[in-house]
């Protein structure tokens, strides 16, 4: 499973020019489900998201996570996250998994997401959809298990 997170001031994801989430202060998350993932990497991710301290305190750079800030968090599946880019000039896609099960596992991530913190905004699985967002920092962080 792979995840990249941007610490946002805000941002928001539209399909077909309507715009089906968005949020301010939090963590804009794109998710690529691999074939072998299942509950204990969906799990992993999501308590990484809420727990990882990447908001600043008067101390600190990066002290808080996303809970402490009371921020929102907003999700968006990608499997692009998923490609090999190592031979030619086309990406491969072998590394993500297939249409079905990534939808099972996005869907799975999103519940386990509402289940541990209520500020939760989604994309929409398959869709071809506009993202736009005011990385905060900038600061992005990838995700690996």
């Known amino acids: 499973m792979k995840a990249l997170l941007q ?3 805000r941002a928001e994801v539209s399909v077909a020019g309507e715009r089906i989430a968005a949020i301010s202060r939090g963590l804009l998350v794109f998710v690529a489900i691999e074939p072998d993932d299942g509950e204990a990497e969906f799990r992993w991710v999501v308590d990484r998201v809420l727990e990882l301290r990447v908001f600043p305190d008067e101390r600190l ?7 402490d800030v009371d921020g929102e968090v907003l999700v968006v599946s990608q499997f692009t996250l998923a490609a090999d880019t ?3 000039r086309r990406p491969g896609f072998s590394g993500a998994a297939p249409p079905a099960q990534a939808e099972a596992g996005y869907e799975r991530v999103l519940a386990l997401f509402a289940e541990r ?6 994309g929409r699985f398959g869709a071809d959809m506009a993202v736009s967002l ?5 600061a992005t962080f990838i995700l690996e298990r």
Do not use: E, F, Q, Y
């Open 117 to 122: 913190w209520p500020k939760i905004g989604a």
């Open 7 to 9: 610490r946002v001031s």
């Open 61 to 67: 750079p990066m002290n808080l996570s996303v809970r």
């Open 86 to 88: 190592t031979r030619g």
């Open 134 to 138: 005011v990385n905060d920092g900038p």
